[in-house]
């Protein structure tokens, strides 16, 4: 089980790279080789002869990965068609990773190796896979089981897969093998059958056999011919059938010796099989035939179906690199064992996102049941015999699968595959009354005739899951094809494997069986003819295998509990990391005085000094002004009184209370900072009206009616914020500020914008204010202004407090008699002061 | 004398109903409701009298046609106003809601700072936690009501214009009323999920800016970028931690039956993206020198 399903066929992505190109793997190399992360040694060595005339040694290109510790035991990595060892580089480190020694080679005829490709014949790329073990034998970094004999597995998907089971089979020195989505005989899967118990040769699967043979027609040299790099044998037998699509005895006998069924029962090492629940080309049948055969005398086969496969379907390629590796851990080193469970994936397919987003459950069980469930349950179904045209040259044909064009199948099931008119006959039952989970093949049994004797009637048939609607869901987009001989008027009953699948259908849902003449991707007899197709039981013989699920998904309501659990533990987080805000104790001393600072300092980031240690107290009852200069730290003074920046020293106190950011305290406290500031979309009726209720004082009265005369904006107070000058605005902070009268009033610039008759109006407000016990803090740089309003002052400059008292103290024994000179003395000249 | 008596309550602060009737008033938040109800009435317009709606293709009632192998969304948005409200929602997620999510959670706190009422709400004093919760709160209220304006009107619309048919899927498969009731509610709470991580990056621009626009515009743009990344397949597993990788599992909510697995790893994605960038904003809204 090697890269195949991994990276280029169960990813829907990557296939529409992959599709144009060919799904067996040749465009994954340039994107695996982006993830190396380890430099494997670049090797030649010598394999098995170049052909049955000719016995000097191919050439055979390779990487050793070497892990960490060595001796260790060594996992040969094979290849898909059309790949090389590149293909295989991200399953390489996986394992070596996981410390194991790693052989990727490429194939004879794939990559740099030389050679012809002769679809792994015993006596070419098997051999050439015993001169690998034979090297492996001689490397001192692999654990030798005996002289001659290293310890080795093989793993590889689709051409890689077969070569696993084939090496196995003929070379005993292997001990354990992983094989994906490959062949169990090679002409029952590209002729495939359908009818049960039948010997008629199948029908011929051309697109399928087309793509898969153009991939080994490129030469290295570039040149265009006929057989590209394919042995003479394999090409004349491919020619041969693809141009008449007739299979020679030749081609017979080489597709038998090329296919694991011969030698399945000399498998006795511990076998990992994978089958893809969306593939066309190998489909489940054909694992299940290797799985029977190699399980009827080996207690230790383990048996996957995974949602990917040749056509696409759902990416599972981490889960399974991981199963694969825990396999060779449990056989091939002393890891944890393995148990030989039954894994099924089940697609929860999505609608709209197609199966790029499907969730998959995994169920399992601990016996594999087979490709016909552990039991079987017969569900009745009806409908009229139906006559169906087989066009001329089999077009129009039905779409079922586009084989190569990967996660496009999906779509193709989904959407295309269609019934053409006249084309099909449909059977369908009654809706389910109860679900039914189906896991493996569905039985059906009609008669087939034919009004003009015919001799090779090829028919394609379907089980569809029919929902609300009357559009089918075609599962994976797989048809079985039916291929008859000699089928007259008298009718011909025949039993019917229908495509294996893994699907739930819901009660209610109906199932129905169509049979179609058409399918694109099958040869189709040149025609025209009209079969009636009619039922010979009413049953539809459905597998029933209980399955339980494994705890190796992770649960669904696990993701929501983590994310809960994150999201609590950011919260707790969060809270206890929230600043400590007390600091400083309540200071009872301090109780009586609306506002104290001490000490308070703040230094911005870069130096900027921008207030300095400065220590004042604004005594209860009076109307203080903070004068200073523009820039002499005025405003971060009261941002830091009021909570808004944070001090880098000392405190502020409002009543004994340390002030901090949402400090309870601060609710004594109306404010007036720099400038109003009001939401523009709303009254300022409304403004105020919201202010006050977020406030948190909503208890007491706001009075309004007085904060709106002071506010004296008459009719405007029902007038939008924006619409209002600068001036109206500034009244209307300040009357903010008083909303519910607070015990101390804090106002930054108050009369910024206010007229003389105003601004005389105010004064007296704030002298009023100051009468009723409150205290009212103004800061300005306007001199005049101060020195006409307040009883008490502040001077700051350069961030530093340069004196303190009341207006009188102040201009006390000075020679001015106005402050404004008491300034200039203080701060000396050269200072811009303005003045009004 | 003592300190004066106190009436505040910490709990009375800014509260949820006070938030709203702040934010619902503005011009923002009624161009909001009005685009998403009239997204619906455009596409109305469009296929009713638009010059495809005679062609016979899509149009149709019948649950969308899928001529030339093209996912004929019109076609099958038009079998009713289930499926309709559907492709409203199709429509308007990847994009119009994520810059609706942006714009009311991006705006809150960075408008209050550029109308200089931030610090007025912080001196009251609002504590500073108390008020990223409430704007939180009605930043995600507005946007799940637009959202549910969005679903409502579009079936509405799609009703009047389509008729009540049930929600059907491409694939086929239709449901019954209830049921379509059922898949469209999952579907549109689990695209309001995926709206968390633009709404949280945008709240957390909200705290560290005071330009409301940069706010939006940063969380939109930063969402765009990943979506673009996501969509850069070289990028492998990386896109797993990437927002848009987990946008559109809403769809496995229209399968027959649902599947979770999408959907609850794209929940605990946003839900922890969400925790954590509304974490980083409330530290740093904690320590931050309001300067506004």
Known sequence: MGRTYAEYVANPRRLAVVASAMALGLASAAISTAHATTN???????????????????????????????????????????????????????????????????????????????????????????????????????????????????????????????????????????????????????FSQSVIDSNVTGVFKQLWSGLFFSAGLTTNDGQVTDCGRFAPDWCAAYSTAAADGVLTEQARLLMAQSSPASITNRISIPTLLGGGQSDSLFPLAQVNANAEQIAANNPNVKVVWHAGGHDGGVNESERLRELNAQWFQAHLA?????????????????????????????????????????????????????????????????????????????????????????????FATEPLTESVQIIG??????????????????????????????????????????????????????????????????????????????????????????????????????????????????????????????????????LLLRPRNTKAAARSDLADVPIAVEGLAKHFKGGVHAVNDVTFQVPRGVVLGLLGPNGAGKTTTMRMVMGLIYPTGGNAYVFGQPVFPGAATLAHIGSFIEGPGFLPHLSGRENLRLYWEASGRESSDPKLDYVLDIAGLGSAIDRKVRTYSQGMRQRLGIAQAMLGMPDVLVLDEPTNGLDPPQIREMRQVLHDYAATGRTVVISSHLLSEVEQTCSHVVVMHHGALIAQGTVTELLAGRTGVRLEDVFMEIVGEGHEVVTS | MSAPTLEYSRQGTLGIRVELIRQIKRRRTLVAFLLVIALPLIVVAAVKFGPSSDDGGGGGGDGGGFGDGNFDLVGLATSGGWNFALTMLLFSSGFLLVIIAAMFMGDTVASEASWSTLRYLLVAPVPRRRLLRTKAIVGLILTAIVLLTLVVASWAIGAIAFGTGPLAS???????????????????????????????????????????????????????????????????????????????????????????????????????????????????????????
Do not use: C
């Not at chain 1, 001329?392 to 595959?417: D, K, Q």
């Not at chain 1, 090779?456 to 929902?467: E, K, P």
């Not at chain 1, 295998?545 to 669904?556: C, D, H």
């Open chain 1, 334 to 426: 002393s890891g944890p064992p393995i148990d030989d469970s039954f894994e099924v994936s089940l697609v929860e397919a999505s609608a709209f996102g197609g199966q790029a987003n499907a969730g998959v459950a995994l169920l399992s069980r601990p016996t594999y049941p087979g490709l016909f469930g552990e039991s079987q349950r017969a569900i009745q179904i009806a409908g009229p015999p139906q006559q169906v045209l087989a066009p001329a040259g089999g077009v129009p044909a039905a779409i079922s699968s586009l084989p190569g064009a990967g996660g496009l199948a999906g779509l193709a099931g989904g959407l295309l595959a269609l019934p053409l008119p006249n084309q099909s006959a449909t």
């Open chain 1, 441 to 574: 093949s569905s039985t059906i049994t009609v008669d087939i005739a034919s009004e003009t004797p015919t001799q090779n009637v090829t028919l394609f048939a379907s089980l569809r899951i029919i929902g609300g609607t009357e559009r089918p869901i075609l599962p994976q987009g797989l048809v079985a094809p039916v291929l008859l001989e000699n089928i007259g008027p008298t009718p011909t009953t025949v039993a019917i494997e229908l495509p294996a699948i893994v699907a739930d259908v819901a009660a209610g849902e109906r199932l129905a069986v169509v049979v179609g003449t058409t399918d694109q991707a099958y040869r189709m007899p040149p025609g025209p003819a009209v079969y009636s197709i009619a039922l010979a039981t009413d049953n539809l013989t459905v597998p029933i295998t209980p399955m339980s699920a494994t705890a190796s998904g992770m649960p669904v309501w696990l993701w929501p509990l983590i994310a809960l659990i994150v999201s609590v533990l950011i919260a707790v987080l969060v």
């Open chain 2, 170 to 292: 491409p694939f086929g498969g239709a449901l019954t009323q209830a049921e379509s009731a059922q898949r469209l509610s999952i579907v549109a709470t689990y695209i309001a999920i995926t709206l968390l991580f633009p709404a949280g990056l945008a709240f957390l621009m909200s705290v560290l800016t005071d330009v409301p626009l940069g706010a939006v515009g940063t969380a939109v743009v930063v969402v765009i970028v990943l979506n673009i990344l996501d969509a850069i397949d070289a990028l492998g597993t990386l896109r797993r931690f990437l927002p848009g990788d987990y946008g559109t599992a809403w769809v496995d909510a229209l399968n027959p039956t649902i599947v979770w697995d999408q959907m609850a790893v794209g929940l605990a994605y946003n839900l922890m993206a969400f925790a954590i960038l509304i974490g980083i904003a409330v530290l740093r809204f904690d320590r931050k020198d309001i300067t506004s």
């Open chain 1, 40 to 190: 494997p040694q670049d090797l030649v060595l010598d394999g098995g002869p170049i052909s049955a005339t000719d016995s000097m040694s191919v050439q055979l290109e390779a990487d050793l990965y070497l892990p960490r510790t060595t001796p260790a035991p060594a996992v040969v990595l094979a290849h898909g068609f059309g790949g090389s060892k590149e293909s295989v580089a991200t399953e390489a480190e996986y394992l070596v990773d996981r410390g194991f020694v790693v052989l990727a080679y490429s194939a004879r005829g794939f990559g740099s190796s030389t050679g012809q490709i002769s679809m792994n014949s015993p006596d070419f790329e098997i051999a050439d896979a015993s001169t690998l073990i034979d090297y492996l034998a001689t490397q001192d970094a692999v654990t030798q089981d005996a002289p001659g004999d290293p310890r080795v597995g093989f793993a590889g998907g689709s051409y890689g897969g077969a070569l696993s089971l084939m090496v196995a089979g003929y070379d005993d020195r292997v001990d354990a093998i992983s094989a994906d989505i490959t062949w169990n005989d090679l002409q029952t899967s590209l």
